[in-house]
């Protein structure tokens, strides 16, 4: 690539801010361009820690605060997702022309392989999995990185035909499009799947964080667009011009959309040139259910429709994708009631599209870490469709305080049962205890997992074990699935 178009020079002293997952992927690839780097961290044992020094004793390794006092002399920083580069010594920093970057921005400049690159508030990780799984399957090779599974530096050591990237709001945040940059197009398709209300204790406001989310676009010679989400209305009006439209409802030519048949669900594409309905899979086909799910596909196929695969393999892999761990995944069947793993729910909005997935009597395990979250959303949907609540963790009231001021204008849903219990095992056994008859036992929290657990696996990991043993004990009239 031409190092004209480059921001991020190698020969230049570099600090790496943090040394977890990503912090250390950028230490192992930049001690192999030979860059000049030191790393800090404001603790003392980090992750990667003996990583570092096992295998890189020469790196100095900093334990401080960040300051601009432990900034002076590196011309290029490095800043790991997890550290904001709001902080006043980065700032500081900035004016001062020292480069400000994440790891995205050395992936974008040293890549030469196309990418497909996916954020949003919910279902990028199950998008990224799915798109790597089609084109696997359309005999090219792909693999997926970033957000999750493998650093986006990892990557670069693998010969595939396609990256697959997921895209954290935190990654976007360090991403620079600049003069020097702005011809470069990595991303033949790159969306921002939808923009719902999360990390407000990082953000200023929605707006705020919704356009640090649209910082994907920069990059992408097109734009897989949202339709019906109106937080990408602007966008659409200012900036687009390459866009590929995925829509919840029937879509119009050149788009991807569903279409209802009674209880089944189409996903389908108007060709542009034809204005004919192409079908792509059927819901009673998929292995995946559940509107958000539905939605998940005709956006990933709109994401691969710059690259012409074929399309009775493409529709050969949308049957046999299984979908994630964690995320609406079915456990077991005791008694008849059906539990449901999406631990991965995380914020309002994914467990509000957690809970259209189901028709059915559903009681609803939620609560954690709100992360300044407004949970009137989700109140609303509880009141009006959710039979049974069990909450846990630390704002377990306020989801509670939220649902009673919202149940009050729902007279239908008077009845609706609310518990709450101090860990996983008694809300599995409260939940049985209230469901009725069929009834749907959805964990799905709403809220992140730090209050309790050290991550959202490590609470689906439990939930999971809760059920399991839930259902040895009763035994009769129970199914668990074999491989959680």
Known sequence: MNNNNHIFHFHKPTLVIGLGLSGYSCVKFLVNKKCPISVLDTREKPPFID??????SDVSFICAEISEQALTGYEQII???GISPRHPALIAAQKAEKLIIGDLNIFIQETETPVIAVTGSNGKSTVVSLLAHIINHCDKKAIAGGNLGLPLLDLLQYQVDYYIIELSSFQLETLISTKSNSNIKPFISASVLNVTEDHMDRYKDLQDYRETKQKIYKFAQYQVINQLDSHNTDYKKTETKQAIYFTEQGPLAGEFGLICRDKNIDIVSIDKETNKSILWANSETLKIKGRHNYLNIASTLALLAPLELDSNKVKQSLTSFEGLDHRCQWVANINNHHFYNDSKGTNV???IAAIN???DDIVLIAGGIGKDADFSPLADIIAKKVKGLILIGH?????KAAVESSITQYKDNQSLTIKLVTNLQKAVTGALEIASENAIVL???????FDMFNNYVERGQQFVQEVKQLA???????KVKETV
Do not use: Q, R
Request: charged share 15%; hydrophobic share 35%; with cysteine.
């Open 51 to 56: 990583d570092l020094k096992t295998n890189y």
């Open 79 to 81: 800043v790991s997702p």
């Open 472 to 478: 040895s004990e009763l035994s009769v009239n129970s």
């Open 395 to 399: 704002d377990a009231n306020l989801i």
């Open 357 to 359: 997935s189901f028709d």
């Open 349 to 351: 909005g994914a467990t």
């Open 443 to 449: 964990f799905s929290p709403a809220c992140a997992s």
